[in-house]
C-alpha cells in the first residue's frame, strides 16, 4: 500500500463491507481517517494511516487468504451485518473467526443461496452488473400471469421510481401459470417482486437457486459451507490462496 489505496476500497479488502456499501458508509459519516470525519469519495489512504469506521480501528488489508460461504438463507433473516430495527439477521447463521459481510441481499421473506465474504473485490465482481453475474430464481404467484405480461417482464417493466428493469429471461414451470424460473443480472431491492407486482400479481414464495454457476440442492436451510476454489472461479474470478 506504499502507493495508497482509496479509502473505499481500503474498507472493502479490509472485510467491513462491499465497495459500494462502503461508498454509503463513507457518505454517511461513518468513517474517519487519522481522526477526521470522511464524507466524500477518492480520498487515499496512505501507509500508516489510522482509518476507523464507527469509531473502531479497521486493521490494514492483508495478503492472507479471503473466505467466501455459500448460505441457504432461510425466511425471516434480513441479509445484513448489522440492523437494530431487525430480530435476526444472516450473520447470526454462519460462524465465524473473520469479518465477513452477505454479498448483495435477499429480503427477509425471500429463501435461498446466498455468498457471505471478506473479499470487497469479490463482492464488487459478483454484485456489480457489469460483469453480468446472472442470478436465479423460482417464484410462484398468488395468482396466474398471462402470456403478454410475462412478455412485458422479459422485455422490461417501470418497478417505480422511473427505474425500467433490464431485459431478463422468465420461464413458466408447470401449466397453473403461477410458477417461473426467473434469471437477472441486475440486484435492485426486491427486484424480482417489483417485476411481478408491475404486471399487478404478488409474489408468494420466491427462492433464489444460484448464483452464476453456483448451485446447491442439498445444503439445508440455515446451512452453510465454504465455496470451493474452481466454484469461485468458475465465477470468473481468479481467487489467490497464499
Known amino acids: 500500500m506504499s502507493e495508497g489505496i482509496r479509502l473505499q476500497k481500503f474498507l472493502a479488502q479490509a472485510g467491513v463491507a462491499s465497495r459500494r456499501r462502503c461508498e454509503e458508509l463513507i457518505e454517511q459519516g461513518r468513517v474517519s481517517v487519522n481522526g477526521e470525519m470522511?464524507?466524500?469519495?477518492?480520498v487515499t489512504v496512505l501507509h500508516g494511516d489510522v482509518v476507523e469506521f464507527d469509531g473502531v480501528r479497521v486493521n490494514p488489508p492483508t495478503e492472507e487468504s479471503h473466505v467466501y460461504i455459500l448460505l441457504n438463507k432461510p425466511q425471516g433473516y434480513v441479509t445484513t451485518v448489522e440492523d437494530r430495527h431487525a430480530e435476526r439477521t444472516v450473520m447470526e447463521l454462519v460462524s465465524r473467526d473473520k469479518r465477513i459481510f452477505p454479498v448483495g441481499r435477499l429480503d427477509m421473506n425471500t429463501e435461498g443461496l446466498i455468498i457471505l465474504t471478506d473479499d470487497g473485490d469479490f463482492a464488487n465482481f459478483i454484485?456489480?452488473?457489469?460483469?453480468?453475474?446472472?442470478k436465479e430464481?423460482?417464484?410462484?404467484?398468488r395468482s396466474a400471469v398471462n402470456p403478454e405480461d410475462v412478455d412485458r417482464i422479459r422485455e422490461g417493466v417501470d418497478i417505480g421510481d422511473g427505474v425500467i428493469t433490464s431485459p431478463c429471461e422468465v420461464i413458466a414451470v408447470g401449466k397453473s401459470g403461477n410458477d417461473f424460473i426467473v434469471r437477472i443480472k441486475e440486484g435492485r431491492k426486491r427486484q424480482i417482486r417489483r417485476m411481478f407486482e408491475a404486471v399487478g400479481t404478488r409474489?408468494?414464495?420466491l427462492r433464489r437457486r444460484a448464483i452464476g454457476p453456483i448451485r446447491d440442492e442439498e445444503l439445508p436451510l440455515g446451512r452453510w459451507r465454504y465455496l470451493t476454489d474452481s466454484e469461485i472461479e468458475a465465477l470468473g474470478y481468479k481467487v489467490s490462496r497464499e
Do not use: D, I, L, N
Not at 470522511?38 to 477518492?42: E, F, I, K, N
Not at 454484485?127 to 446472472?134: A, E, F, L
Open 203 to 205: 409474489v408468494a414464495y
Open 137 to 141: 430464481y423460482f417464484a410462484r404467484c
Open 38 to 42: 470522511v464524507t466524500r469519495q477518492g
Open 127 to 134: 454484485t456489480h452488473p457489469r460483469y453480468g453475474c446472472t
